[in-house]
């Protein structure tokens, strides 16, 4: 029987420059792919691989996260006065009973690594995912994170998802050197690298926003210097684990990735989504259809 992936770690303390001024009162995690905010689809893929303790690592000055799962009394109530039944229960099912959020605090931005490492009281002893909620990964099946989890439980090994990018693009990843094979989409991770210039990438093999790590890492993390950007990088963290003999497998997930750390990927979230809804994708695809009509 596989084992859950009990605890989920969600770095959210970034300040979503890329979408000021929108983000100057509204977290990025906030911002809504149709009538969600992308932190919702990140905590149902987290509850869909089986955690009941989901950690934010955020920064003071954040609140909307933290009030969004919190629970609306007030809001409640009218709803009920109003016989407001379907909205009440979409409300009421934004997190499930059985899942508890902890909040931790990130006093400075020193990257994913110190990130990561914040959660590490909650974490203890045991096998762990984080998510980075800018990857939207959509899936009609089982969520990405949990297909890792299952990967990770059967060889008892960290996991990283992974997808190719275009070789000119590989200073913007984490890129892996994974030339071993598991299986049709899963392989061997040999050496990491944190945003290569495209002539010392190792491969196109790029780390995206889904890990399931070992405990052991935050040790590695602990020790870590300073890397790329002056941050403390988790790639450099697991590429020391790499080191000392850890295993660590490269995942190709099934489903389809956005990034909505940026507006081009916000609107693909968006039009996707939309597209699986029956009331919205007729009205999607009139639009779609009149904005390609010359004019």
């Known amino acids: ?28 995690e906030m911002l809504p792919v149709l009538d969600r905010p ?34 609306a009394y007030e809001l409640e109530e009218k709803l009920a006065e109003k016989n407001k039944d379907e909205l ?19 006093p400075e931005a020193l990257g994913l690594g110190d990130a990561v490492l914040r959660a590490a009281p909650v974490v203890g002893n045991e096998r762990f995912g984080v998510m980075l909620p800018d990857d939207l990964i959509w899936n009609k099946g089982k969520g990405a994170l949990r297909q890792m989890a299952e990967v990770a439980e059967a060889n008892q090994a960290g996991v990283i998802a992974v997808e190719e990018v275009p070789e000119k693009d590989t200073d913007k990843y984490g890129i892996v050197d994974a030339k ?18 495209p002539a010392d990438a ?11 790590l070992p405990s052991e890492i935050f040790e590695y993390l602990r020790n870590t ?22 295993r660590v497998l490269a995942y190709r997930f099934e489903g389809t990735r956005f990034d909505c750390g940026n507006k081009a990927g916000l609107v693909r979230a968006t039009m996707a989504m939309a597209l699986e809804d029956p009331k919205l994708a007729p009205i999607v695809r009139e639009f779609a259809n009149k904005s390609a009509v010359p004019t």
Do not use: W
Request: net charge positive; proline share 5%; hydrophobic share 40%.
């Open 1 to 28: 029987m596989t084992q859950p992936l009990r605890k989920v770690v969600f770095p959210v303390a970034g300040l979503g420059t890329r979408f000021l001024p929108a983000t100057k009162v509204v977290a990025k």
């Open 202 to 212: 190792p491969s196109n093999l790029a780390v995206v926003g889904r890990y399931v």
């Open 180 to 197: 071993e094979r598991l299986g049709d989409r899963t392989n061997v991770i040999t050496h990491m690298v944190e945003k290569p210039k």
């Open 88 to 106: 009440l229960s979409i409300l009421r099912g934004i997190l499930p009973r059985h899942v508890r959020c902890v909040f931790v605090t990130q």
């Open 38 to 71: 992308l932190i919702q689809y990140a905590v149902d893929e987290a509850v869909d691989a089986g955690a009941d303790t989901l950690v934010f690592v955020t920064n003071r000055y954040k609140h909307a996260i933290a009030d969004y799962f919190d629970k």
């Open 225 to 246: 210097k300073e890397g790329a950007g002056g941050e403390i990088q988790l790639t450099d963290a697991i590429e020391n684990l790499l080191k000392d003999k850890g």
